[in-house]
C-alpha cells in the first residue's frame, strides 16, 4: 500500500503554515485576543504539514531520506518547503542511483 497525496495539497498546507504563523506573530505583538486561537490553529497546520511530510518522506524512495527526515525535525518550518521545491529531483536522483547498482 503506498501513501498517495497530492503534492498541491502539501503546498497549500505549507502556504498557510507560513501564512497563519505571520498571523500569530502579529496577534503577539498587538496584544490581540485571539492570539491563543492563531496559535493553536498554528500549531495544528504545523504539525499535519510535517507529518503528511515525514510520511511521504518514509513511504517514497528518496535520495539520502535519512537526512531529509532529520532536517523536518531540525528545521520544521523550512524543510517541508525546500523538500517540496526538490522532491521530483530526489526521487530521480534515487532512480538513477537503483539503476547504478544494478549495472
Not at 518550518?77 to 521530483?88: N, S
Amino acid at each position: 500500500m503506498e501513501f498517495k497525496v497530492s503534492v498541491n495539497l502539501v503546498w497549500v498546507l505549507c502556504i498557510a503554515n507560513l501564512a497563519v504563523f505571520n498571523l500569530a506573530i502579529l496577534s503577539h505583538w498587538g496584544q490581540y485576543s485571539y492570539a491563543t486561537t492563531v496559535s493553536m490553529a498554528y500549531y495544528w497546520l504545523q504539525l499535519t504539514t510535517l507529518v503528511i511530510v515525514v510520511a511521504d518522506m518514509i513511504s517514497r524512495k528518496l535520495y539520502q531520506k535519512f537526512f531529509w527526515i532529520v532536517s523536518t525535525f531540525v528545521l520544521p518550518f523550512l524543510t517541508p518547503i525546500f523538500y517540496l521545491i526538490q522532491r521530483d529531483r530526489l526521487l530521480r536522483l534515487a532512480a538513477k542511483k537503483k539503476q547504478e547498482k544494478y549495472r
